[in-house]
């Protein structure tokens, strides 16, 4: 061999040997990149797998918390709910989401879509129940303590307290809060309570209808009275006398006396007994007509039809009555029935009866008249005097001085008018 063939020969062996060499430390610098790509890679995806996990649970519910179904496949069924689905009134919720029993293994989209109806179904069940709100009775029953002991703003306070927190006054707590106003004088509030609570969709019932009609009458508040009154009887609400008598009795005091025929009606609508206040509002209804004969008829036969006694109100009408039409007689015939009833009349009374009798010329009784209203003859002194007009006496007076019964009738009444036991001395003030 040559020296030419054995360098060639030497160099194939040297370049045979050396190229493996070259090539597996490319291999080894590719798969270090690779492995390390790999491993930055791979822990990217590790630490986005427990995010990946919270969202996948998450996603059993909306936005709101509220539950949602969806189809699952599987031996069972599984539902994912959230806190606020398993505090639910009842556990309606459980029930109608439970696992079915039996062959199926796929819930499909018709089940899921009957479940998810049934939920809302029941979830709006829920949220419109009447349930109390938490501390509404303790309120409530604060505020008919406090209505109780007329505390009539805490009472009102407690009320508000409940309808800022969305509930609503009761019927008992109404009636508590109306009947404590009306004895206080503080209506306007018990028309804004009463009002409130109408439009609440709350209906009163009668006590609180009638607690708001008679406080308004001893207000004097006709309009609003007679208002509620009529507002009462479109509810349905039978009227009781007493609540007749109240509204009767203050359409006479302000002398409306349509609505005396009105509310007169009213009580022979519903067949209401009725009282003295009813017998008082005819009297009163005759006077303004000009009836005075009616209105004796009447005041004779109304009591003995419905068995009740005319009382002292009654009879002063009555002789009110007789006096302005000048009739005399039949006043004084009327002051001797008040006195077999038994009846004392008051001031304004008097003072027509002894008018009546020194106008007929009965100056001896008009005297009686003046002695049994001061308590002037007697030792026992009464305890109650009706003290009359100065001017009534004076009048009576001058017509003894007229008539010439001066010293006969006069003179002796004014001594006993200033004896320091009369009532002339006594209550001085009384005739100013």
């Known amino acids: 061999m040559t020296t030419a063939e054995s360098f060639c020969h030497t160099s194939q062996e040297v370049c045979g040997d050396g190229l493996p060499d070259i090539f597996d430390l490319q291999e080894t610098a590719v798969l270090t990149l690779a492995f390390i790509l790999g491993w930055f890679l791979f822990r990217l995806i590790f630490q986005l797998l427990p995010a990946l996990s919270r ?23 599984e539902v994912t709910s959230t806190k606020a689905c398993e505090e639910t009134k009842g556990d309606v919720l459980p029930r109608l989401l439970a696992p079915r029993q039996g062959n199926a293994a796929v819930l499909d ?3 899921a879509r009957q479940i998810h109806s049934s939920y809302e179904e029941c979830k709006v069940l829920i949220e419109s129940s009447s349930d109390p709100l938490p501390g509404q009775e303790s309120h409530l029953a604060l505020a008919r303590d406090r209505a109780r002991h007329q505390d009539i703003l805490g009472s009102a306070n407690c009320i508000e307290a409940v309808r800022r927190a969305g509930g609503r ?5 109404l009636r508590f809060f109306v009947t404590a106003c009306a004895k206080g004088g503080m209506m306007d509030k018990a028309i804004a309570c009463f009002q409130s609570a109408l439009l609440e969709g709350l209906a009163p019932d009668f006590q609180s209808y009638s607690a708001l009609v008679r406080g308004l009458c001893a207000a004097g508040q006709l309009d609003q009275a007679t208002y509620f009154f009529y507002m009462m009887l479109e509810k349905g609400h039978r009227p009781d006398g007493l609540l007749a008598d109240a509204l ?7 002398s409306h006396l349509p609505l005396v025929e009105k509310v007169i009606a009213v009580m022979e609508d519903f067949e209401l007994r009725p009282s003295n206040s009813t017998l008082a509002a005819h009297i009163r209804l005759c006077f303004a007509r000009g009836e005075l004969h009616q209105a004796l008829q009447m005041f004779k036969e109304m009591p003995k039809q419905f068995g009740f006694t005319p009382n002292a109100y009654v009879h002063g009408v009555l ?44 100056l001896s009784q008009a005297v009686a008249l003046v002695d049994e209203a001061l308590a002037l003859r007697g030792g026992a002194v009464p305890a109650r005097r009706t003290f009359i007009d100065a001017r009534a006496v004076e009048d009576l007076l ?27 001395v006594e209550h001085e003030r009384s005739f100013a």
């Open 55 to 77: 969202a996948a649970k998450l996603k059993g519910t909306d936005g709101m918390g509220r539950c949602e179904t969806r189809p699952l496949t599987g031996a069972e069924p």
């Open 109 to 111: 989209q018709t089940s």
């Open 169 to 173: 006054v009761d019927q008992r707590t």
């Open 248 to 254: 009767l009795e203050c359409c006479v005091s302000q």
């Open 319 to 362: 002789i009110s009555m007789c006096y302005s039409f000048g009739q005399c007689d039949s006043a004084l015939q009327v002051h001797q029935s008040m006195l077999s009833c038994g009846c004392r009349p008051d001031s304004r009374t008097y003072e027509c009866l002894i008018r009546c009798c020194f106008a007929v010329g009965h």
């Open 398 to 424: 001058a017509t003894l001085c007229r008539r010439g019964e001066a010293l006969r009738l006069g003179l002796p009444l004014v001594k006993r008018l200033q004896a320091p036991a009369g009532g002339w």
